[in-house]
């Protein structure tokens, strides 16, 4: 089971005050181990795994369902049960509620910017059923395949810098020829890939609602598969991927390196394609660069059309806050403007990535409410001035890998390697913990650049040190030191 989204990463939005997203997706998690297991796979996957957990300013935490058929399922059948997991699993006493996606969109002004939100998406165990990679057969898909229902066209501000990936999207979500076959997008993180193929994923569906669109992470495929090994069922993995119409998968560079998954995304690309189906990926660098993939794969990947996304550029950036302020603004009912000045700051302070940028306006937009539009440059500085400071420097993963490893006498290369024993393992926690406290990097991002290890393996390396750091002094000496340092 995994919890994806603002789980305990380190965004703006979780220095809200008394906002616990950790926790609050830690519980979550608990509640629906249990719950799987005790309504089956069935109700749980129909009536549970689609809903999102958000978060209020107050730490007050609601259980959103996609319809109210659902909602008055979950509190006919399932509510009573969720309270009492929910009460004997939060340390904090959090009071949860259930809402209808309407219900909660009417009253989500309160909430730090709820609609906005990174969902907390959970993945469900991997279970002893046949795999299922749940192709979309018609309309619309679920939550739980993994499509953001805000990443769509409508949403997606066109720049110089996106311009030709995001016309070539619009291509092949207009199901136009296939002559480029297969399309790869790639680019920086938190740039716009994933939103652009969300994007792609629902349009083709709308343009061609009969169509088969699957769309999954490369994350998702590897597990998938894996299973599907350990379970004897490569056969109806293979079927199920074969009879997609349009397959996208996102983060391709991700399975880079693993063998087995490697071959299996070959035969299932070269089949694809023969057949005249679109296939379209997504990773942070192009093909060329890949070095630790298979050259066979490699090869193919770049085979259609390759198209970079470049880092927004400032007018790019512009345009993109001047979007969310407004959808900000309908949420709120307040102007759909900040002050130049105020614009103008971000603009030129987030320059990492869109991601971040997006953080800092729903910081901003959580504190002021309605009052977004009247910040002044002053008290903009003086919200963001926590994450101003530890961003001041732009520590990198890199930087963290480089100065831990030669903090406890190691390579870089040991921290990323597979090896568990203690002498390694500990530093790699730590260099994770300060991953987490001095970037703005989510759990999945930090994991994918500590060998591709996933971000469970990222939340529990957090908090072991978190614990860890309480009662070893020189552990905690050792962060302070490393802490010191990387800020500079
Ligand atoms: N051009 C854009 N218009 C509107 N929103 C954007 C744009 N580019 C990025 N964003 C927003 O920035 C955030 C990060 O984008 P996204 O998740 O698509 O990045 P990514 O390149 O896939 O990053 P990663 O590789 O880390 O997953 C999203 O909330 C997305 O909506």
Not at 129 to 147: E, H, I, N
Not at 424 to 453: E, H, N, Y
Request: with cysteine; net charge positive; hydrophobic share 40%.
């Amino acid at each position: 089971m995994t919890i994806k989204g603002g789980v305990a990463s380190q965004d703006f939005s979780a220095a809200i005050p008394a906002v616990a997203c950790e926790s609050a997706g830690g519980v979550w998690h608990k509640v629906c181990l249990t719950l799987k297991r005790e309504l089956g796979d069935a109700s749980f996957g129909s009536w549970i795994a689609p809903a999102l957990l958000r978060e209020g300013p107050s730490g007050d935490v609601v259980l959103v369902t996609p319809t109210g058929i659902a909602r008055d399922w979950i509190r006919r059948s399932a509510w009573r049960r969720i309270s009492e997991l929910w009460i004997a699993h939060d340390p904090t006493a959090r009071r949860i509620d259930l809402k209808s996606r309407l219900e909660f969109e009417a009253s989500a002004g309160a909430y730090v910017d709820a609609a906005k939100a990174e969902p907390i998406e959970i993945v469900l165990p991997v279970s002893t059923d046949a795999p299922s990679l749940a192709p979309v057969p018609t309309g619309k898909p679920s939550r739980t395949q993994g499509l953001q229902e805000r990443f769509t066209f409508e949403t997606f501000v066109p720049g110089p810098a996106n311009e030709f990936a995001h016309a070539v999207a619009r291509r092949v979500a207009s199901w136009a020829d296939g002559h480029f076959n297969p399309v790869l997008f790639h680019g920086p993180y938190g740039f716009g890939k994933t939103h652009l193929l969300n994007a792609l994923a629902w349009e083709a569906m709308r343009q061609a609602p009969t169509k088969r669109v699957v769309y999954l992470t490369a994350e998702r495929f590897l597990s998938t598969f894996v299973r599907a090994v350990m379970d004897r069922q490569t056969a109806a993995f293979k079927e199920e991927l074969r009879a997609a119409d349009l397959l996208i998968i996102d983060d391709v560079h991700f399975i880079a390196g693993k063998q087995s998954t490697q071959e299996e995304l070959f035969h299932t690309l070269t089949a694809l394609v023969e057949e005249g189906r679109r296939v379209v990926f997504s990773s942070d660098r192009p093909p060329s660069a890949m070095t630790e993939m298979d050259a066979h794969l490699r090869s193919h990947l770049s085979a259609g059309l390759v198209c970079g996304l470049e880092p927004a550029d400032r007018s790019l950036r512009m345009g993109i806050l001047e979007r969310k302020i407004q959808t900000l603004s309908a949420a709120h009912g307040s102007e759909p403007t900040m002050r130049p000045d105020v614009l103008q700051f971000l603009a030129d302070r987030f320059t990492d990535s869109v991601r971040e940028l997006e953080g800092a306006l729903n910081t901003l937009s959580a504190r002021a409410g309605e009052g977004l539009s009247r910040l002044t440059l002053d008290e903009v500085q003086a919200i963001l001035r926590p994450h101003l400071r530890a961003g001041e420097k732009r520590i990198t993963i890199d930087d963290i890998q480089k100065a831990t490893a030669d903090h406890y006498g190691m390579k870089q290369a040991d921290l990323l390697s597979e090896r568990r024993n203690r002498a390694v393992a500990r530093p790699r926690q730590a260099a994770m913990w300060l991953a987490k406290q001095l970037t703005t990097r989510s759990l999945p991002d930090i994991g994918r650049r500590f060998g591709g290890r996933d971000h469970t393996t990222v939340l529990h390396a957090v908090r072991r040190i978190e614990a860890l750091r309480l009662e070893d002094s020189a552990l905690n000496h050792d962060l302070e030191v490393l802490t010191r340092k990387l800020r500079g």
